[in-house]
Nanobody, 118 residues
């Protein structure tokens, strides 16, 4: 059974940094894409970025490009979201997810709260 567990959320001031972790287990992720999503109160869940497990290549939406970095540690089966220059509009519950072998995202973590104060 695939399990994804996020951690590292918290309260930070605008301009600060935070690193989220997503511990993955249950299968090999060598053919997977790992994604980060977020959901703010009253808004739909939105895509933040993703990383291809095998290559380490990452993609980000424009709103976070240059501020957020996604990496992975294959030995630990862990994906990270490094968030710098945080803004209040980054406040949301952040989720990691995985898409296996070209399929849609179908496994999700429980989420971790990130709050950025002005």
């Amino acid at each position: 059974q695939v399990q994804l567990v996020e951690s590292g959320g918290g309260l930070v001031q605008a301009g600060g940094s935070l690193r989220l972790s997503c511990a993955a287990s249950g299968r090999s992720f060598s053919t997977s894409i790992m994604g980060w999503f977020r959901q703010a109160p009253g808004k739909e869940r939105e895509f933040v970025g993703q990383i291809t497990w095998s290559s380490g290549n990452a993609y980000y939406v424009d709103s976070v490009k240059g501020r957020f970095t996604i990496t992975r540690d294959a030995a630990k089966n862990t994906v990270y979201l490094q968030m710098n220059s945080l803004k209040p509009e980054d406040t949301a519950v952040y989720y990691c997810a995985t898409a296996y072998a070209g399929r849609a995202y179908d496994r999700w973590g429980q989420g971790t709260q990130v709050t950025v104060s002005a």
